[in-house]
């Protein structure tokens, strides 16, 4: 595949995170947090050939290899899926409800 290829599947991967964001959570509001903190990466390092032609704090001389930047992609989705989703039943299951925790005081 061509470079152009690779970056689409980053792209269309990125829109499928946050949708996957938005359903789980039941809210705009983290997933709107995600796109903006990636688009704010602009701001610090771009490159030639980039898609935004913006001003940026560095300038990346050689890109890599996009399989390599899709493959980090995904091993980050997967890290903040499980640090925003996946420990989200442990984390309920010990923290008591509110009834029980009335009824040991009493």
Wanted: aromatic letters at 14%; charged letters at 20%; zero cysteines.
């Amino acid at each position: 595949m061509q470079r152009g290829a690779w970056i689409a599947l980053f792209y269309f991967g990125f829109g499928a995170l946050t949708a996957l964001i938005t359903l789980k959570d039941n809210r705009l509001e983290l997933a709107l947090g995600v796109h903006a903190a990636n688009n704010l990466s602009f701001l610090f390092v771009t490159t030639k050939d980039s898609v935004l032609a913006v001003p940026a704090m560095w300038t990346a001389k050689d890109i890599g290899d996009p399989r390599l930047e899709v493959l980090m992609f995904l091993l980050q989705s997967l890290i903040f899926y499980y640090i925003f989703f996946g420990r989200r039943k442990k984390i309920i299951q010990a923290v008591p409800e509110k009834n029980e925790s009335l009824e040991k005081l009493s």
